[in-house]
């Protein structure tokens, strides 16, 4: 019981919009720090210090920006969900904003992960877009990020919008799988031509460690932008507010 | 109650025309555009039809799944349905259902006939049309979330497709290999039938739960 207690506590002292925003200031600077640091030395990495591969040559550096880009995009998705079953279940006033805030970004991710494979994939398979049953999955997550965002764009009581966004936000996460699963049944059908398997034997050393401190690196991009965006979020739903008073005046 | 609910709807659909004949004028108007669209080879159109019969259906679905919950939303009567004795999911079921007999039904007994005008393998006729009706009922669930979802919504028909569409993408996908696998492999067919059951079975018990939390908050 007591355990419950404390857990609860940690879970709503931030909960008021106030509390966050000083515990936010406080925060921002250090990740923003944390994420230049990260990007520098990852980019030195995947720029310079990474050989080139004996088979893709200086093409292979493009595998940085994009594997940790499409990492991403899964995880924000994930984010949505747990902020939309945290609006759904516990009431969180700022589990709503936290998903809202974060849809935009990871469809950016999304976006960034698609335009890097095509421009990888012009050189290696000799086509801009292949219907692999990757890419495709990644094709429809990027749609169903547009939906998400979408419910929030066109329902114009806000409270209405969040718990809708909540439980769509749910519904596409259970969706995720069944349509990746789905899809790459869909490819083994008929499966086009012959595509180029990149990775074949496990991933050498000397290239790893670069993709991962530029999985770091996004990681903690993307947890600053979240949070630069929430607090964006934050601040105009009190500019409405103020707003709002003074037209009741 | 719930087979109150599914009688009126019935009734009210079939006084009022327009349901279920212009899904099928629809799904015809599209059928025609394709081989003005592609050419009328009749190797390639025999090649493309069964895709084109599941997406014609597809679309056909979701134009009408936004009219499911709109007029009783209008006038209310929905509310006061989810204020009855029977719970909100199951009203959602009940229209449901009534959208699946009077839309989606229909569509998957006619379409296969379409498949004439695209040169159809007339082996394909049994498959295809077992493939949609088993496929149709959950697009029939899905399109009730879409439906929720655009209530009182001024562009409701542009959100829908991008919310629903890339949810209907494993219906799609097995409602077709459904129906062309018997063409070659039996096991095929059958892996994907039993699929579309599954997900049939799923959304049976997840979609109502999901469109009448969406239609909570559209009361309150």
């Known amino acids: ?249 | 109650m719930f087979t109150a609910i599914i009688a009126r709807d019935i009734r009210l659909i079939l006084r009022q025309g327009g349901g279920a004949g212009m899904s099928l004028g629809f799904v015809l108007t599209v059928i025609v555009m394709i081989p003005l669209g592609i050419g009328p080879d009749h190797e390639v159109l025999s090649q493309i039809a069964p895709g084109i019969m599941w997406i014609a259906l597809l679309l056909s679905v979701l134009l009408s799944a936004d009219r499911i919950f709109r007029a009783d939303y209008e006038d209310g009567s929905l509310e006061l349905m989810g204020l009855g004795v029977l719970p909100l999911e199951l009203v959602v079921l009940a229209k449901a259902v009534v959208h699946w007999l009077t839309s989606a039904l229909p569509l998957s007994l006619t379409t296969p006939l379409f498949g004439i005008f695209l040169n159809l393998d007339p082996s394909l006729f049994s498959t295809l049309g077992l493939a949609m009706i088993t496929g149709s009922a959950t697009l029939s669930l899905m399109g009730c979330v879409g439906g929720a979802v655009t209530l009182g919504l001024r562009r409701g028909g542009l959100v829908i497709s991008i919310l629903i569409l890339p949810l209907y993408v494993p219906i799609l996908v097995f409602g077709l290999s459904a129906s062309v696998g018997s063409m070659g492999a039996d096991h095929v067919f059958n892996t994907s039938f039993l699929m579309l059951i599954a997900f049939a079975l799923a959304s049976v018990v997840l979609c109502p739960v999901a469109a009448a939390g969406i239609l909570r908050a559209h009361f309150r």
């Open chain 1, 1 to 249: 019981m007591k355990e419950r207690t404390g857990k609860q506590k940690l879970m709503y002292r931030y909960a008021s919009p106030t509390q966050f925003l000083v515990l936010l200031r406080r925060v921002l600077p250090w990740c923003t720090g944390v994420t230049v640091v990260l990007f520098a030395l990852g980019l030195y990495g995947a720029l310079l210090a990474a050989p080139p591969d004996y088979r893709q040559g200086e093409m292979v550096r493009i595998m940085y920006v994009h594997v940790p880009a499409a990492w991403m995009a899964m995880l924000i998705y994930t984010v949505i969900a747990l902020a939309s079953a945290t609006a759904l279940i516990w009431r969180h006033p700022l589990a709503d904003l936290a998903g809202m805030t974060a849809a935009p970004i990871g469809a950016c991710f999304t976006f960034l992960a698609m335009i890097t494979g095509s421009l990888w994939g012009k050189p290696m398979w000799g086509a801009w877009w292949v219907w692999d049953a990757r890419l495709t999955s990644v094709f429809l997550l990027f749609l169903l990020y547009l939906g998400y965002i979408g419910i929030w764009r066109v329902i114009e009581h806000p409270g209405r919008a969040a718990r809708v966004a909540a439980i769509m936000g749910l519904v596409g996460f259970i969706n995720v799988p069944v349509i990746k699963f789905s899809v790459s049944w869909w490819n083994s059908l008929h499966q086009p031509a012959s595509v180029l398997r990149i990775g074949g034997p496990a991933i050498a050393p000397s290239m790893l460690w670069p993709l991962v401190i530029m999985g770091l690196a996004y990681f903690t991009l993307y947890i600053t932008l979240h949070l630069i965006a929430m607090h964006t979020g934050i601040v105009n739903r009190r500019i409405r507010m103020l707003e709002l008073r003074k037209i009741g005046e």
